[in-house]
């Protein structure tokens, strides 16, 4: 798996799950189907009098998420930035030239409302449900930084096994300490859960 490939896929799955916070806090999810891949960059559309482009607007942060038939969840999350007055309607034509549909929606001059934005730095989260252990990996494009997630065991294991006999995926290999294969890992925290000693770590 790589970035593009993962970037085909939710091409492929067409109608995607955006997320923002709006100004309470609170998580905003809506479908989007408006949207353009050129190369790593992400463009996509809306107007700019919906709660959504106000939350861009104001944050910028937004996590984009697809599911495919083959079981597997892409989560891309990054910053959304509004793209250039003098590139406006450059990417608003090829959008709305791939997506014929826009033209039922914001017909003539109406299209005027809409702007686009476009996420350059961002990470990848690969998630596969289908394979036996679950595969699981991580990609960066542009200036993100990836934040580790999971589950590590430390110095202080005893080797007793208990991780191991506990472990859904069994991706736990004995060793002074144990180690789990963090790219197959489901982070469901039994684990974590189980230890004796307390010799595993939150990421």
Request: net charge negative; proline share 4%.
């Amino acid at each position: 798996m790589d970035v593009l490939t993962c970037l085909k896929k939710l091409g492929y799955v067409g109608v995607l799950d955006f997320a923002t916070v709006d100004e309470d806090g609170a998580p905003q999810v809506r479908n989007i189907s408006a949207i353009h891949f050129e190369g790593t960059d992400i463009y996509f559309l809306t107007a700019r009098g919906k709660s959504f482009a106000r939350q861009l607007y104001a944050d910028g942060r937004v996590q984009i998420l697809g599911y495919t038939k083959f079981k597997e969840t892409i989560r891309v999350s990054g910053k959304a930035v509004e793209v250039p007055a003098d590139e406006q309607l450059k990417w608003r034509n090829v959008l709305y030239e791939e997506q014929p549909y826009l033209e039922n929606v914001y017909p003539g001059e109406t299209k005027n409302i809409d702007t686009m934005f476009v996420i350059r730095d961002y990470t990848i989260e690969y998630f596969c449900l289908s394979t036996r252990p679950i595969t699981r990996e991580y990609f960066t494009v542009g200036n993100a930084h990836l934040k580790p997630k999971g589950y590590l065991i430390t110095d202080a294991c005893i080797g007793c096994g208990t991780c191991q006999t506990v472990c859904p995926q069994s991706v736990i290999s004995e060793g002074t300490p144990f180690t789990i294969d963090q790219n197959h890992c489901l982070q469901c925290g039994n684990c974590y859960e189980n230890c004796p000693v307390q010799a595993i770590e939150r990421l």
